[in-house]
């Protein structure tokens, strides 16, 4: 073979070569494209269902922070509250506030008095709270009585539905809950500006209620605030001890690993299991009372315990070994090492996750559900020992009310919620931000 046959077959394999490098680089950026196209489609699919989530939870809830009213003047009637002599607080509570109101209205309406079916038409237009409206104005202030005031009394929900659209005017009389007259009474009062839509400040002040238009999310968020300081004052302390001690002061054995293995077995632990552990333990076994937002802060503390550690424990690990190696050669103790120097740097870490340890226990339903904190509660609770609810109950419970009110405010109680977890991961970011040191 000739040097020339020699030097083709070289210049053949190094074009034969070229061209294959030169087809698998080709194959591994089509491979790279089609990678990067699968994980943007992935996050449009995910970004597109969030944001079908979020709409359909703010069409359905934003109605829920108007509530529509009817403005009457109301003659308090001395008669209705007896001889002015035998007046005291007993008889001011057991006046018939419900009468005082479906007089004002039947005037503004011009109701037939003697018309049983039409003054029972009319009674359907407010809401059965107006009573309670009514009783509390007179007894913040008894010189009421006797005098004619205005008053915006709480219109029924099925009318606050109708003004909403919720209930079609086209509908068929026997198929709608309001009948045409009733709809004749709704068009008239509108269009003299008796009855209109003002902000809802009951969602947020009212208790638990039968009828949609009286109830509101106050007990939940007193419940709830109690809850969650019972689960920061005894998680984040706890947590953050127990998370220092297995990072930095305890010795590496066979137990220490048991004790670590069953902390991550149990932030994995299904939340309901929780609830039956204080089921059992804190009400059947330590008899604390049922529905009390104290109990329900000791099983979400139990449920939190896991996250605080494990982020604790990552956080101190984050910190270079070098810190430690400086501050010990300098004569600091292992103590004044920790406190001093590990603590404060892994301190970003610390409050990332027991922030989000906390906005997770405040989204959680199914404990609270198994220590009886769906209780119907009215009155706003003074301690952590009164019947309370809370908000991912509160929801629950809305939930399953038949009543077309209740619709709206479930929507609205999640964007309540949404709202303060993400006020919660919001502070988190924050923080980190704000403490966050570079080394």
Do not use: C
Not at 341 to 358: D, Q, R, S
């Amino acid at each position: 073979m000739t040097i020339a046959n020699v030097q083709m077959d070289m210049r053949t394999q190094q074009q034969t070569r070229a061209e294959h490098a030169a087809s698998l680089a080709k194959k591994r950026h089509a491979a790279e494209r089609r990678f990067k196209f699968y994980g943007l489609a992935a996050i449009g699919v995910s970004l597109m269902f969030l944001g079908l989530l979020f709409t359909s939870i703010v069409t359905r809830g934003y109605t829920a922070f108007m509530q529509s009213v009817v403005t009457l003047n109301v003659f308090f009637d001395p008669a209705e509250f007896g001889p002015p002599a035998e007046r005291n607080a007993d008889t001011l509570w057991k006046a018939n506030y419900t009468k005082l109101a479906t007089a004002a209205l039947y005037g503004t309406l011009g109701v037939d008095a003697g018309n049983r079916n039409e003054r029972r038409r009319a009674n359907e237009l407010l809401s059965r709270g107006v009573d309670v409206q009514l009783r509390n104005m007179v007894l913040a202030d008894p010189t009421l009585i006797g005098q004619t005031r205005p008053v915006a009394l709480l219109a029924h929900g099925n009318v606050d539905a109708f003004l909403k659209g919720a209930i079609s005017r086209d509908t068929p009389e026997e198929n709608r809950q309001l009948n045409n007259a009733q709809v004749a009474w709704i068009d008239k009062l509108a269009a003299n500006g008796i009855l209109t839509k003002t902000f809802n400040t009951g969602l947020f002040t009212f208790g638990a209620s039968s009828q949609p238009e009286t109830a509101g999310l106050g007990v939940a968020m007193i419940g709830s605030l109690f809850m969650m300081l019972t689960v920061f004052a005894l998680a984040v302390p706890l947590g953050v001890a127990a998370a220092l001690y297995l990072q930095e002061f305890a010795p590496k054995n066979r137990f220490t690993d048991l004790i670590e293995v069953n902390i991550n077995n149990l932030a994995a632990v299904p939340s309901i299991v929780f609830g039956l552990l204080g089921l059992a333990v804190f009400i059947n076994f330590l008899g604390m009372p049922r529905s009390a937002s104290l109990v329900g802060g000791l099983v979400l503390t139990l449920m939190t315990l896991p996250t605080i550690i494990i982020a604790t424990r990552a956080a101190i690990n984050a910190v270079p070994p070098s810190i430690r190696e400086a501050a010990l050669g300098v004569g600091a103790s292992k103590m004044q090492t920790v406190f001093h120097h590990v603590l404060p740097l892994a301190m970003p870490g610390i409050l990332t996750g027991t922030i989000l340890g906390l906005a997770k226990a405040l989204g959680e339903t199914a404990p609270l559900l198994m220590i009886g904190m769906v209780a119907f509660v009215v009155d706003f609770p003074r301690t952590p020992l009164e019947s309370a609810t809370a908000l991912p109950v509160q929801i629950y419970m809305w939930a399953t009310e038949a009543e077309r009110g209740f619709v709206e405010r479930t929507a609205a109680a999640t964007l309540v919620l949404l709202a303060f977890m993400l006020l919660m991961n919001a502070i988190a970011i924050v923080l980190r931000q704000r403490f966050t040191r570079k080394w």
